[in-house]
């Protein structure tokens, strides 16, 4: 790796310390100390991410309605040129850098839900203000059925592994239920597309992070991607549901229609039955989406999310009614 090639473009000297930041599944992301200060530098996957101009594009666009809205109640990275361009293209990677962003933590007890919630929801009201054009960034991301219909195309060419015909008809209903719901002329917004807590740093105020996946869609994936990633093992609990609820009518000021509220709770099944999908089709293919797991922590990633699938709508009476109950209240 030629840091010199990779921050020099961007006015950065070479740094004290360069150190690695974990957690991420699809891009490499480094933390550099440097005389000018601390910068997140991070490589674009390039087998995801094939356009890293539109990719920037977007973000920058989001970020000049936050600029011009003064949204203070939360922060988005702010992102440094490199010339006339965001990223270099340096060891056939996309790279770009961004300054760190060092939260000051809550100044009261809080809940880490809601505020997770509540920062998507201002994300997606902000973001929602003006008409902006975006560009493609990740091409069939979140369609569900393109999804499902990979998923069958593997299990055809398998021959070594095969899924349980039970699992592969409840994908199959639920492919039924998304497209009746989610009509041709059901209205989009402007969403994050990666809604989960690891894209929120929590303090005064809150960051959102990691906005690749800014895309028109529909605000039901950003709440049920959240939804789903606070929700783990097989706890009936649903309070963690209602916190992230309560954040995103709050953060959403009654921007969403009826239609959209009632759709919160499939944005739920969806978010969780696409990723089990993918994950699925990646034990099959071991194409290695998911750069750090292995095919059979692939399958196992899919059968946790499978019971969670059961879990969502074994509950979807209550979980509706406290969607409804959460946006009635604000």
């Known amino acids: 790796m030629d840091l010199t090639a990779i921050l020099n473009p ?19 992301t480094f933390l550099a100390v440097c005389p000018e200060g601390r910068f997140v530098v991070q490589a674009l996957n390039n087998s995801v991410f094939s356009e890293p101009d539109n990719i920037m594009h977007n973000i920058s666009a989001v970020a000049a309605l936050f600029s011009e ?8 990275p702010h992102y440094l040129s490199a010339g006339e361009s965001m990223w270099v293209e340096s060891d056939g990677a996309f790279w770009r850098v961004y300054e760190y962003i060092d939260c000051a933590p809550p100044t009261m007890p809080y809940n880490c839900c809601f505020l997770a919630g509540r920062a998507f929801g201002v994300f997606m009201r902000v973001a929602g203000s003006r008409k902006i054009k975006l560009r493609p960034a990740l091409p069939g991301y979140h369609d569900f059925g393109a999804y499902f219909a990979k998923l069958n195309s593997a299990m055809a060419s398998a021959s070594m592994k095969k899924l349980d015909g039970a699992v592969i008809n409840r994908l199959s209903s639920l492919n039924d239920t998304l497209a009746q719901v989610f009509t041709a002329d059901f209205p989009k917004r402007v969403i994050h597309g990666d809604a989960k807590p690891d894209n929120i740093i929590i303090g005064s105020p809150s960051a959102v992070i990691d906005l690749d996946t800014v895309m028109d869609g529909y605000a039901a994936l950003d709440f ?3 939804v789903r990633s606070v929700c783990r093992g097989n706890d009936n609990d649903m309070s963690a549901v209602r916190d992230v609820a309560r954040g995103f009518a709050n953060g959403l000021e009654g921007a969403l229609s009826g239609d959209e509220v009632h759709s919160l709770y499939y944005g739920i099944l969806w978010s969780t039955g696409e990723l089990a999908v993918r994950y699925l089709t990646d034990y099959l293919t071991q194409e290695g989406y998911f750069r750090d797991k292995s095919p059979a922590q692939c399958l196992s ?15 979807g009476d209550e979980i509706t009614e406290l969607i409804y109950e959460c946006f009635r209240n604000n």
């Open 10 to 28: 961007f006015g950065i000297s070479e740094p004290a310390e360069f150190s690695e930041l974990k957690g991420g599944h699809i891009n490499s």
């Open 69 to 76: 809205q003064a949204a203070d109640s939360i922060l988005l």
């Open 224 to 226: 049920g991607d959240l």
């Open 301 to 315: 990633r899919a059968n946790e999310l499978l019971l969670l699938l059961s879990r969502f709508i074994a509950h």
